[in-house]
């Protein structure tokens, strides 16, 4: 899990996840179509949340037993949340926008000074070597 911290996200939400979406608990998640998926190598922006739960679901989700995953829901530009990175960041990182792995941790590889495509989170804070505390960007 990518998520080690979550801050002042006060609401909860929960929509149908994508045809043969696998999610676990605490990975962030973005929407495609409307439907929630897990938020892995991805230019989706915004990230809409944090998963609350695990769920599998069926190729045929989104059409015929509808599940929803339930996931505390991320403010662009307000929420901020610790999140583990791929390598070492240090204090000048501080402001870069970042990409996630396809394991769903931020991407250090993707590092920009500004916003790119496949940019999904801003360095806010650094915490340690291998923890941030990030932003979602829309």
Request: charge should be neutral; proline fraction near 1%; glycine fraction near 8%.
């Amino acid at each position: 899990m990518a998520v080690t911290r979550l801050y002042e996200a006060d609401q909860s939400a929960s929509q149908i996840a994508a045809n043969s979406a696998a999610i676990a608990n605490g990975d962030l998640v973005a929407l495609s179509g409307g439907f929630v998926i897990k938020a892995i190598n991805t230019t989706v922006r915004p990230l809409v949340g944090v998963a609350n739960g695990a769920i599998t679901v069926a190729s045929d989700n989104q059409t015929v037993a509808k599940l929803k995953v339930s996931y505390t829901r991320l403010e662009p530009h307000d929420t901020r949340i610790d999140l583990v990175t791929s390598a070492d960041i240090v204090q000048a990182d501080v402001g870069k926008f970042y990409g996630l792995t396809a394991a769903g941790i931020v991407d250090v590889a993707t590092a920009s000074a500004t916003i790119a495509a496949g940019s999904v989170v801003r360095l806010e804070r650094f915490l340690s070597a291998r923890v941030g505390t990030f932003i979602a960007v829309s």
